[in-house]
């Protein structure tokens, strides 16, 4: 069991930058593959960006690629969503979540969940 706290969401201006952290409890956190996904009301949980259980291999959305860094400390039980060069519709709660598989972009193949957090771009 994986429980996943999500944590620096808040507003910010367009073209801002903001840090996301993701808390993961449970001794096998490094077993697992992390991923980001955001979503907003009316519409299906989208995929941001995802991260090997080591940290060796990204994936990201064409709408985030080369604004958005995600990056994992598994001695801290922490994955880390940098973003900057922010934009409106960017706006959405974003959570985090865990997979047993390798670098997975579907939200069926994530097992675990956060709570979500907040990302509000205004302009």
């Known amino acids: 069991q994986v429980q996943l706290v999500e944590s620096g969401g808040g507003l910010v201006q367009v073209g801002g930058s903001l840090r996301l952290s993701c808390a993961a409890s449970g001794r096998t956190f490094s077993r697992y593959a992390m991923g980001w996904f955001r979503q907003t009301p009316g519409k299906e949980r989208e995929f941001v960006t995802a991260?090997?259980?080591?940290?060796?291999?990204?994936y990201y959305a064409d709408s985030v690629k080369g604004r958005f860094t995600i990056s994992r400390d598994n001695a801290k039980n922490t994955v880390y969503l940098q973003m900057s060069g922010l934009k409106p519709e960017d706006t959405a709660v974003y959570y985090c979540a865990a997979s047993h598989m390798s670098l997975p972009r579907g939200y069926a193949e994530y097992d675990y969940w956060g709570q979500g957090t907040q990302v509000t771009v205004s302009s």
């Open positions: 991260i090997s259980w080591t940290g060796d291999s990204t």
